[in-house]
């Protein structure tokens, strides 16, 4: 069974702040994406990474895919009230097109 | 461009009971896959439908179960309700092009067992 383990669980932080939150595996993905969950809604995609070693960079949020494609961080420059949420990473391995969530980070901003 | 669009929103069964959710996918798509997420919890893969069929199954038993019509919209059903069964129930469309393309999400249907 593959598992996707992310850390912190839970961050609260004042705005202008800058956080990392991390999704570890033990298993090799092909690909990782990145997705924000808001109350009510369901995940909605950031971004995909599918090179080792790559680094995306959107606007504020910078995302980097480990050498060996099992584990992955998500940086958030200047934290606004706005990216409050549950932030999702999710692999997908070789031809398989199921998406293994990791167990998620909840992200509280505060003014 | 209507993304993907489920119903109910929101559902309230007890114990035993079945039920039935649906989902229309996003324009343009033809892959619809099932997803559970418990409350706190990161999204469980229950199966994927492409052509009509079932292509691929997660670790859910034989109580749930699926169906895919020509339109590409999607019902999962499940049977013999328990309590752990009360969960955000979420469908994500995809196309199909040999390998693996982002999945969209919709907003979900809340379950709850009483």
């Known amino acids: 069974t593959q598992l996707l383990e992310q850390s912190p669980q839970f961050l609260s932080i004042q705005e202008g702040e800058n956080l990392t939150v991390y999704c570890n595996s033990s298993?090799?993905?092909?690909?990782l994406q990145w997705y924000r969950q808001e109350p009510g809604e369901g995940p909605v995609l950031l971004v995909t990474?599918?090179?080792?070693?790559e680094v995306k960079k959107l606007k504020r949020l910078t995302f980097q895919f480990g050498d060996a494609r099992k584990d992955s961080s998500l940086h958030i420059t200047a934290a606004q009230t706005g990216d409050t949420g549950l932030y999702l990473c999710?692999?997908?391995?070789?031809?398989?097109?199921?998406?293994?969530f990791g167990t998620g980070t909840r992200l509280q901003v505060t003014l | 461009d209507a993304g993907v669009t489920q119903s109910p929103t929101h559902l309230i069964k007890t114990r035993g009971q079945q039920v039935t959710l649906r989902c229309s996918p996003k324009s343009g798509h033809d892959t619809v896959s099932w997803y559970q997420q418990a409350l706190g919890q990161g999204p469980q893969f229950i199966f994927q439908y492409y052509e009509e069929e079932e292509r691929q199954r997660g670790n859910f038993p034989d109580r749930f179960s699926g169906h895919q019509f020509p339109n590409y919209s999607s019902e999962l059903n499940v049977n013999a309700l328990l309590l752990g069964d009360s969960a955000l129930y979420l469908c994500?469309?995809?196309?199909?092009?040999?390998?693996?393309?982002?999945?969209?999400f919709g907003d979900g249907t809340r379950l709850s067992i009483l």
């Open positions: 990474v599918v090179t080792g070693g």
């Open positions: 999710a692999g997908v391995s070789g031809t398989a097109s199921k998406l293994t």
């Open positions: 994500a469309s995809s196309g199909w092009a040999g390998g693996w393309q982002p999945q969209h």
């Open positions: 298993s090799v993905f092909s690909s």
